[in-house]
């Protein structure tokens, strides 16, 4: 199957123009790397609204399978990424969630402040990893190995699980 994603930044000095968005980049590139087509790329600030209203323009309006977000999931203020994943997810997928922070933990002990959450909205996963480019690398490859088996299941594939 074919898969289409949309990638959304979320960070205050990236959508001032203020910072490179390197970690956005980073997302597109791994998810390239495994043949899924990148159809969106947005740079937005921490606004809870904003963040909402953008994953449903991108999971109902644009129909995309996959939505993998960056930065505000820490404890701050303004980080609101995973309030807003919350209020448009019907099902949580925790096991995604707690298997990046796991392996994170064996990296940083930080990785116990990020809130991440992964979930479904319709047939659309959404994803939520931090805001740094190596926290975009070292979380999204804990999931990469069940990402297209996954995205399957979302779109009712029903065949057999055939386990690595
Ligand atoms: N999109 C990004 N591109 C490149 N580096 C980033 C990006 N987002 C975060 N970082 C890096 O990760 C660090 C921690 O991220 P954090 O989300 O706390 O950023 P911030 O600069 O405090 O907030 P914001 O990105 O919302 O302005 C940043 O200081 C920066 O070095
Ligand atoms: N694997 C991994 N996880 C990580 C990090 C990292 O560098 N590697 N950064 C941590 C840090 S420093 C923070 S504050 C939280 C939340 O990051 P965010 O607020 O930028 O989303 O993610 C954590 N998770």
Do not use: W, Y
């Not at 590139?29 to 809870?48: A, C, G, K």
């Not at 707690?98 to 319709?122: C, D, Y």
């Not at 490859?141 to 065949?159: F, S």
């Amino acid at each position: 199957m074919e898969f289409q994603a949309g990638v959304v930044t979320v960070s205050d000095k990236g959508s001032r123009g203020e910072r490179e968005d390197l970690s956005g980049k980073e997302v597109v590139r791994m998810l390239q790397e495994l043949s899924i087509l990148v159809r969106e790329t947005v740079i937005i600030p921490d606004e809870q609204d904003q963040i909402r209203q953008t994953l449903i323009d991108l999971s109902d309006k644009k129909g995309l399978d996959l939505i993998v977000t960056t930065g505000g999931t820490g404890v701050t203020p303004r980080d609101l990424t995973p309030d807003a994943t919350l209020e448009v997810i019907d099902k949580a997928l925790p096991g995604m969630a707690e298997a990046m922070r796991q392996e994170s933990l064996k990296k940083t002990p930080h990785a116990m402040i990020s809130r991440a959450v992964v979930g479904i909205r319709g047939q659309t996963l959404i994803i939520n990893l931090p805001g740094s480019p190596r926290g975009v690398r070292e979380n999204l490859a804990v999931v990469l190995p069940a990402l297209k088996h996954a995205l399957e299941k979302i779109k009712g594939d029903e065949t057999e699980c055939a386990t690595p």
